[in-house]
Structure formats: structure tokens, C-alpha cells
């Protein structure tokens, strides 16, 4: 079972709307989360990274929300662009390990 | 600029073939990586390397071969491709901290490989 699960698989919207991505993981015990944006044909890249005390970060549009107690992240796009259209990742971190557990993550296509 | 390069982009071989993929970073980043991604699949670590002449493997070796000789450089080989191993791959370069670091990983824009 993976232990990194983002939901929806893929997500279409119109330019301007906002739009929530989720991030279901049981690693335990948890030392940090990261979004990263993947562009078609190119590698990911970091938005913003939570560890355990922070329950949101904002990187411009982008705002991350975590919840340590049921293990639950959002990433928020607010006023999307196409350029958002992108494939966003979830990856968590346990405590005690160096090993990452990327998620399989959630195609976003924003359409004017 | 700031960045990891990878070649070649797109790479069409036969099974048994031995090929190598280069990998190379400008940032002075003693942490290096390779994943492979796969549909339906996140990102999984093939090998890893936290400084020159320290390799390690990750979560699917088998089939990879690595090396660091230089800081800059950790080319991805492998030695008698199979089907199997057709998929996207990515190398990644961190600061010594490793992926944990403020700014994570920086991402080559990543090798297509078709074994046939």
C-alpha cells in the first residue's frame, strides 16, 4: 500500500478558479512534507516544504496546509493560471530515515 | 544558471545493449540522486550519492549501476538493459543536508528510455 496517497488522480478547471489538491500519507513517524510542481517534460520543483509545528505556508498562489493529527495536506491554487497546468507532488518524509515516499500525484490542466 | 543537465533526453535501445546516462550539476551539491518514473507509480530512488565516492542504493537497484568520481558528475549505467527498464528517469542534485534542505531537490529535465 502506498503510503503517500494525493487525490484527485487528475483535475481539470477553467483559468481564474481556485482549486484544492489533497495529500493522504501514514508514514509514521513524520518528519517533513513537500510539494513540488512537475511541468510536462520537465522535473519537479520544490513550492514549499511543511515540517511537524507548521500548519500553513503560502508561496505566492500556492498555500499549504498541514494536519499532523490525521495526516492530511492540502495544496491550494488560488486565482490558477495556465501555466499551473502541471503534475503536483506530495512527498513525506519519516522521522529516523532518509528515505522519501513520493506520491503518485494529481494532473491538473487549467483551460481558458 | 543554476542547474542539473542530463543526456541524452530521449534514448531508444535494444535489450542487452550496455548504455549510459550522464548526469551533471553546477551548483557544487554534494548529494546526488536517480529516480524513475513510472505511470501509477511516484518517483522511486534507484541510487543515491552523498559525496564523491560514496554511492548507496535505494529502493530499485537492481539492473543500475552508479559512480562518483567527480562531484559534478553521477552518470546513471546500465549494463544489459531489459524491457523492464523503460521508463522516465531523473537525476537530482541537493545541498549537503541532503533532499531535507529548505530548498530540496533540483531536478535534471529527465532521461525517456524505451528498451526494446
Same mark, same amino acid.
Given at each position: 500500500?502506498?503510503?503517500?496517497? =494525493?487525490?484527485?488522480?487528475? $483535475?481539470?478547471?477553467?483559468?481564474?478558479?481556485?482549486?484544492? $489538491? =489533497?495529500?493522504?500519507? /501514514?508514514?509514521?513517524?513524520?518528519?517533513?512534507?513537500?510539494? &513540488?510542481?512537475?511541468?510536462?517534460?520537465?522535473?519537479?520543483? @520544490?513550492?514549499?516544504?511543511?515540517?511537524?509545528?507548521? !500548519?500553513?505556508?503560502?508561496?505566492? #498562489?500556492?498555500?499549504?496546509?498541514?494536519?499532523?493529527?490525521?495526516?492530511?495536506? @492540502?495544496?491550494?491554487? /488560488?486565482?490558477?493560471?495556465?501555466?499551473?497546468?502541471?503534475?503536483?507532488?506530495?512527498?513525506?518524509?519519516? #522521522?529516523?530515515?532518509?528515505? *522519501?515516499?513520493?506520491? /503518485?500525484?494529481?494532473?491538473?490542466?487549467?483551460?481558458? | 544558471?543554476?542547474?542539473? /543537465?542530463?543526456?541524452?533526453?530521449?534514448?531508444? %535501445?535494444?535489450?542487452?545493449?550496455? $548504455? %549510459?546516462?550522464?548526469?551533471?550539476? !553546477?551548483? !557544487?551539491?554534494? &548529494?546526488?540522486?536517480?529516480? #524513475? =518514473? +513510472?505511470?501509477? *507509480?511516484?518517483?522511486?530512488?534507484?541510487?543515491?550519492?552523498?559525496?564523491?565516492?560514496? %554511492?548507496?542504493?535505494? +529502493?530499485?537497484?537492481?539492473? &543500475?549501476?552508479? @559512480?562518483?568520481?567527480?562531484?559534478?558528475?553521477?552518470?546513471?549505467? *546500465?549494463?544489459?538493459?531489459?524491457?523492464?527498464?523503460?521508463?522516465?528517469?531523473?537525476?537530482?542534485? @541537493?545541498?549537503?543536508?541532503?533532499?531535507?534542505?529548505?530548498?530540496?531537490?533540483?531536478?535534471?529535465?529527465?532521461?525517456?528510455?524505451?528498451?526494446?
Amino acid at each position: 500500500k502506498n503510503q503517500v496517497e =494525493q487525490s484527485p488522480q487528475s $483535475l481539470i478547471i477553467l483559468e481564474g478558479k481556485n482549486c484544492t $489538491l =489533497q495529500c493522504n500519507y /501514514t508514514v509514521s513517524p513524520f518528519s517533513n512534507l513537500r510539494w &513540488y510542481k512537475q511541468d510536462t517534460g520537465r522535473g519537479p520543483v @520544490s513550492l514549499t516544504i511543511m515540517t511537524f509545528s507548521e !500548519n500553513t505556508k503560502s508561496n505566492g #498562489r500556492y498555500t499549504a496546509t498541514l494536519d499532523a493529527d490525521t495526516k492530511q495536506s @492540502s495544496l491550494h491554487i /488560488t486565482a490558477s493560471q495556465l501555466s499551473d497546468s502541471a503534475s503536483y507532488i506530495c512527498v513525506v518524509r519519516g #522521522r529516523n530515515t532518509d528515505k *522519501l515516499i513520493f506520491g /503518485t500525484g494529481t494532473r491538473l490542466q487549467v483551460f481558458p | 544558471e543554476a542547474q542539473v /543537465t542530463q543526456n541524452p533526453r530521449y534514448l531508444i %535501445t535494444v535489450t542487452g545493449k550496455k $548504455l %549510459t546516462v550522464t548526469c551533471s550539476q !553546477n551548483m !557544487n551539491h554534494e &548529494y546526488m540522486s536517480w529516480y #524513475r =518514473q +513510472d505511470p501509477g *507509480l511516484g518517483l522511486r530512488q534507484i541510487y543515491y550519492s552523498m559525496n564523491v565516492e560514496v %554511492t548507496d542504493k535505494g +529502493d530499485v537497484p537492481e539492473g &543500475y549501476k552508479v @559512480s562518483r568520481k567527480e562531484k559534478r558528475n553521477f552518470p546513471l549505467i *546500465l549494463e544489459s538493459p531489459s524491457p523492464n527498464q523503460t521508463s522516465l528517469y531523473f537525476c537530482a542534485s @541537493s545541498f549537503a543536508g541532503g533532499p531535507d534542505t529548505f530548498y530540496g531537490y533540483t531536478f535534471g529535465s529527465g532521461t525517456r528510455l524505451t528498451v526494446v
